[in-house]
């Protein structure tokens, strides 16, 4: 079962989101929490696997919760769930820990897909934003192209692989069916390729692959 913990300050958006994830049947909603405080203490007794977290609410907000969340000893994967998409608040996000990004307008089979991706390992962006988000990095930044060709130096041209699908989008078992490896295999590659440039997640990774231009 994946645990998953859902903060958000409204409690109907909670038990809305309680009610679709546990009647996936592989998802268990082990904690709730009103504000990013509380969150932080819900996580620390209950160790869920994957939060679910609204960016505005009281006391402390979603961005600011991510942050603390990830200096846990057992960080949950963190899923940022908003009704606003502006580009400050992904880049935050991201740079703050999360692992995904969705709209609270997106359809319940969305969210289970996404809770199982980043469960697995993955990262799940909703479209639209993914669009947006690399623009925003590879556009106004053109400068930092040759930069980000010697940050991927240290990568192994198998690494460089990997690298190059995770910016593609695609997920651990399309990389393994696409370069021939297994699937633990890539998952080892993944986990080397963040070590070696320093990075928190597969999505800031993509990002940098985009960057160099790896991926137009």
């Known amino acids: ?58 006391e402390s907000d979603g961005l600011a919760a991510t942050a603390r969340l990830q200096s846990l000893p057992r960080p949950p994967r963190v899923i940022v769930l908003t009704t606003f998409d502006l580009d400050e608040y992904v880049q935050t996000a991201l740079r703050n820990g999360a692992v995904g990004f969705l709209l609270k307008d997106s359809a319940g089979d969305d969210m289970i897909t996404a809770i199982r991706a980043v469960a697995a390992g993955d990262a799940m962006l909703a479209p639209s934003i993914t ?25 192994t041209e198998k690494e460089r692989e990997v690298l190059v699908a995770l910016a593609e989008g695609l997920a651990n078992a399309d990389v393994a069916s696409r370069l021939y490896l297994s699937e633990a295999t890539v998952k080892t590659h993944v986990s080397r390729i963040l070590s070696k440039l320093k990075l928190t997640n597969r999505v800031q990774a993509a990002i940098l692959a985009h960057r160099a231009g790896l991926v137009s």
């Open 131 to 155: 669009r947006r988000l690399l623009h925003t990095f590879t556009e106004r930044e053109p400068s930092r192209q040759a930069k980000a060709l010697e940050q991927l130096d240290v990568l």
């Open 1 to 58: 079962m994946i645990r998953v913990m859902v903060v958000d300050d409204e409690w109907m958006v909670r038990s809305m989101l309680r009610t679709i994830l546990e009647a996936a049947g592989d998802m268990s909603v082990v904690a709730e929490a009103p504000d990013g405080i509380s969150a932080v203490e819900e996580a620390e007794r209950h160790q869920p696997d994957v939060a679910l977290v609204d960016i505005r609410m009281p």
